[in-house]
T-cell receptor, first 112, second 117 residues
Framework: GNSVTQMEGPVTLSEEAFLTINCTYT??????LFWYVQYPGEGLQLLLK?????DKGSNKGFEATYRKETTSFHLEKGSVQVSDSAVYFC???????????FGTGTSLTVIP | GAVVSQHPSRVICKSGTSVKIECRSL??????MFWYRQFPKQSLMLMAT?????????EQGVEKDKFLINHASLTLSTLTVTSAHPEDSSFYIC?????????????FGDGTRLSIL
């Protein structure tokens, strides 16, 4: 079946620290992988995506590489800001199917 | 970019009330819309898939008579929580898929915080 396992939070970092949020998946076939971000009181926004193995998605300083050999899609950012404080969801969309599968979300708080 | 508008953003009402939540795609046609529910500190759970002009497809365990979905046009889907009770309190989020490809990213609304007293 399809599932996403995501690093549990909450994560608290100081400003300019390095961020890694781990995400691994189980899927049949070759899914597309996504990271969504949910700022306080708002809905989900697409942060980045990768549609095939070895693709790297990037946006706003965040990066994630689709690793088929380790079935992972870890989110990284070299220097976090207070404005990055949010909940981050890893998700997959199977190449055959009609729905997203989300991880449980990781809450990130960045302190000045 | 594509925008999905969800209304209302917050509802507080008494037990037994029915609540309607609207989800609109503002600048694209959405043949398919999705309704998710998010419990505190948990992930989004798909409740149902809404297809324009046909009956919604509900996920296992979701009561179709409790959560009525209507997708009357290519830009509007509604979720009605009938006779809501405190256990229905949750964060409900809709999303709409642009285009016909199955792997197009879904665009999400800002969500509706439903609190039943």
């Amino acid at each position: 079946g399809n599932s996403v396992t995501q690093m549990e939070g909450p994560v608290t970092l100081s400003e300019e620290a390095f961020l890694t949020i781990n995400c691994t998946y189980t899927a049949t076939g070759y899914p597309s992988l996504f990271w969504y971000v949910q700022y306080p009181g708002e809905g989900l926004q697409l942060l980045l995506k990768a549609t095939k193995a070895d693709d790297k998605g990037s946006n706003k300083g965040f990066e994630a590489t689709y690793r088929k050999e380790t079935t992972s899609f870890h989110l990284e950012k070299g220097s976090v800001q207070v404005s990055d404080s949010a909940v981050y969801f890893c998700a997959l969309f199977p190449n055959t199917g009609n729905q997203f599968y989300f991880g449980t979300g990781t809450s990130l708080t960045v302190i000045p | 970019g594509a925008v999905v508008s969800q209304h209302p953003s917050r509802v507080i009402c008494k037990s037994g009330t029915s609540v309607k939540i609207e989800c609109r795609s503002l600048d694209f046609q959405a043949t398919t819309m999705f309704w998710y529910r998010q419990f505190p500190k948990q992930s989004l759970m798909l409740m149902a898939t809404s297809n324009e002009g046909s009956k919604a497809t509900y996920e296992q365990g979701v009561e179709k008579d409790k959560f009525l979905i209507n997708h009357a046009s290519l830009t509007l889907s509604t979720l009605t929580v009938t006779s809501a009770h405190p256990e229905d309190s949750s964060f409900y989020i809709c999303s709409a898929r642009e285009g016909g490809m199955g792997n197009q990213p879904q665009h999400f609304g800002d969500g509706t915080r439903l609190s039943i007293l």
